[in-house]
């Protein structure tokens, strides 16, 4: 099994050398494209029509100049153009939580995305700050990855990808939640004011909101999660209201 990792957070980042060592227990077979530099709220962004540089800095271990999603489209239409694709990909693990509008936001979430567009299972990780980290987690992580590559004609799906949150303390146990609200860049602070023109700062961190059920109070209790994510779908508008829209003339 080939397996393709990236994050948000850099090539240096201690959650993807972790994500690196669980994955190394299924497969050797196993490819590192990450950013040279930390993305926070990159999404599924791309970098189009300007260079990117693609740096080897191991066997089987790149950095890219771009952003997360960069990082895919760079190992599916270069890096393995004429070779095996990946069977899956696994991005993270993201150095605190993902949920509520994280889904749209999340750089982690954005790999996961953009490998699906390229038709590859797809697993985003993230795990809360300031975590109790145990040699122990590899192993539960590697487990958790292996049920859920043995089962993944449950799971895959065009378009569908998997968002998991790992709590403090592994082991865990594991939560389907219902996806909350807990905004970030929710308020603007003003850095400088001059005439005519106002400098904006948007300030980390989130309120930590929740409601019943949803990522953030499982994750609190010690709950890890599990959501099926997709990124197409629509939902009918009434024929009659189209039908209303038509220009009938003046």
């Known amino acids: 099994m080939r397996i393709l990792i990236s994050n948000d957070d850099g090539i240096e980042a201690p ?37 990117i540089v693609m740096r080897q800095l191991d066997e089987r271990r790149y950095s890219c100049s771009g952003r997360p999603a960069d990082c895919v489209v760079a190992a599916f239409a ?8 990946p069977d899956l990909v696994l991005a ?48 539960w992580l590697a487990e958790l990855l292996h049920n859920l590559w043995k ?14 949150n790992l709590p403090a303390v592994l082991p865990a146990g594991i939560r389907q939640p219902s996806i909350g609200r807990d905004k970030i860049a929710r308020k603007a602070e003003v850095v400088e004011e001059g005439e005519g023109e106002t400098v904006l700062v948007f300030p ?4 930590h909101s929740t409601m019943p059920g949803d990522e953030n109070a499982a994750i609190d209790t010690g709950f890890a999660t599990i959501n099926r994510l997709k ?11 189209v039908s209303a829209l038509r220009p009938q003339g003046r």
């Not at 190394?24 to 260079?51: N, Y």
């Open 15 to 51: 959650g993807l050398a972790r994500l690196v060592a669980a994955a190394r227990q299924l497969s050797d077979d196993v490819w590192v494209v990450a950013p040279e530099v930390k993305h926070t709220a990159a999404g599924a962004s791309l970098t189009m029509a300007k260079p």
């Open 78 to 85: 270069w890096l393995f153009r004429d070779a095996k694709k």
């Open 92 to 139: 993270g693990i993201n150095d605190g939580r993902n949920v509520a509008e994280d889904l749209a936001y999340s750089g982690t979430l954005g790999i996961a995305r953009e490998a699906s567009f390229w038709g590859a299972p797809a697993i985003g990780i993230s795990r809360v700050k300031s975590a109790t980290i145990s040699p122990a987690d590899n192993e």
């Open 151 to 164: 089962r993944r004609n449950i799971w895959t799906a065009e378009g569908h990808w998997l968002s998991i």
């Open 204 to 207: 980390r961190g989130r309120a």
């Open 231 to 241: 990124w197409f779908g629509e939902t009918r508008l009434n024929e009659g209201f």
